[in-house]
């Protein structure tokens, strides 16, 4: 079969749904201290993968209406650590659309984040907003979604 033609009971290869036009989903989330794993409040990378998923899950509801399932992910890099008490943003851009399938790019960006230490006024709570979000995962992962019609 080639490209999208279609014929009685047959399908497009292809997806109607053009990535231009459809907005990256942005979640922000708190991480608390009942995740960390490692030394230094550190939070392992399943952590991050997981909040993928939570705007993959919105990005299909938005593109297809449909919760979708996750197949697989691909390039997945670990550039900076997260660490309980940052505040995370994740975000979801669809790069591509197939019939059934969605190729979603993921960023995970560290935007604000406690300071170690004691601090020098005794607050325990002290944090800061970074003027640059750290980018923390990148990632490519594919949905599928039910067939239509």
């Known amino acids: 079969m080639s490209g999208g033609s279609s014929g009685p009971g047959r399908r497009p290869e292809t997806s109607a749904i053009d990535p231009a036009d459809v907005a990256p989903v942005v979640h922000r989330r708190y ?6 794993h ?3 409040d550190l939070v392992d990378g399943a952590y991050v993968l997981g909040l993928f998923g939570d705007v993959a899950t919105e990005m299909c509801i938005r593109t297809d209406g449909d919760e ?3 197949a697989s992910y691909s390039d997945v890099q670990f550039l900076a ?3 309980a008490g940052d505040v995370v943003e994740v975000e979801a851009s669809l790069q591509r659309a197939g019939r059934r399938s969605r190729e979603l790019r993921f ?7 406690g300071r170690a230490g004691a ?7 002290a944090a800061e907003a970074f003027p640059e979000p750290l980018v923390a995962t990148t990632a490519t992962g594919t949905v599928v979604v039910p067939a239509t019609g």
Do not use: E, I, K, T
């Not at 991480?31 to 960390?36: D, I, R, T, W």
């Not at 960023?107 to 984040?113: D, G, L, S, T």
């Not at 601090?119 to 709570?125: K, L, V």
């Open 119 to 125: 601090p020098a006024d005794g607050s325990a709570g």
């Open 68 to 70: 979708g399932l996750f």
């Open 107 to 113: 960023v995970a960006r560290v935007v604000c984040r």
């Open 38 to 40: 490692y030394a230094g």
């Open 31 to 36: 991480v608390p201290y009942s995740h960390a």
């Open 81 to 83: 650590p997260v660490r």
